[in-house]
């Protein structure tokens, strides 16, 4: 149930947007393309903060996901309807589960992790990077807490998760990021939607 008022509440606040911007902007809106997107990563990475931050909405009563959540996340030209997994041991290995139909993924890491969580976290992301339902997609990987003393630079990220190699042929980026920080969240998100729009692009009929 708070997964759908989760979504529908997203959903009333970009039709009211809609309604402000027919009455006071001559006319209704160009309708934004909508893509689905699936949003993986440790429990702690900061995932939920990150999204809910993204929708305007309070952070204050932020638990960790059980399951799944559903959040329609708007942008200037596109809306992500971002199905956020659960990141704990036990749904984990739950994940694939819900990739069909996904069009971009967001995997979300704690850069300011312990060893342990940050080998789990890249043992993760090899196996997405890898899945038959995944390996052709997009993906944005934020690294979160970058806030913090003890967050890893980028390129020891990109070092550490081997994704250079890794990744080859796949569209990616890396985007350092922090809830204090969210411009740099939008910007990597911008950065994902061009990709998305650009894949779009190439698979519509007529297009070269």
């Keep these: 149930m708070g997964q759908c008022l989760e979504l529908s509440a997203a959903v009333c606040r970009i039709g009211v947007y809609s309604c402000f911007r027919t009455l006071c902007c001559k006319g209704p809106p160009s309708p934004r393309t909508e893509y689905d997107v ?16 993204l929708c305007s909405e309070s952070t204050d009563s932020i638990i960790p996901t059980t399951g799944f959540r559903i959040k329609a996340v708007p942008f200037q030209n596109a809306i992500l309807n971002v199905k956020e997994l659960g990141g704990a041991d036990n749904i984990r290995k739950y994940w694939s589960r819900y990739y069909q139909g996904s069009q971009g993924v967001a995997f979300v890491l704690d850069s300011a992790s312990s060893e342990d969580d940050l080998e789990m976290a890249r043992n993760e992301l090899h196996s997405a990077l890898q899945h038959p339902q995944l390996c052709t997609l997009p993906f944005l990987i934020l690294a979160n807490h970058q806030d913090k003393p003890a967050a ?5 990220i990109k070092k550490y998760f081997e994704l250079e190699p890794l990744a080859r042929g796949h569209r990616w980026i890396l985007q350092p990021c922090s809830v204090e920080n969210m411009d740099a969240v939008k910007e990597g998100f911008n950065q994902f939607i061009n990709l998305l729009e650009e ?9 070269l």
């Design 152 to 156: 890893r630079s980028l390129q020891e």
């Design 199 to 207: 894949i779009d692009h190439e698979n519509t009929p007529g297009r």
């Design 38 to 53: 699936v949003c993986v990563g440790l429990t702690g990475s900061g995932k939920s903060s990150l999204l809910t931050q």
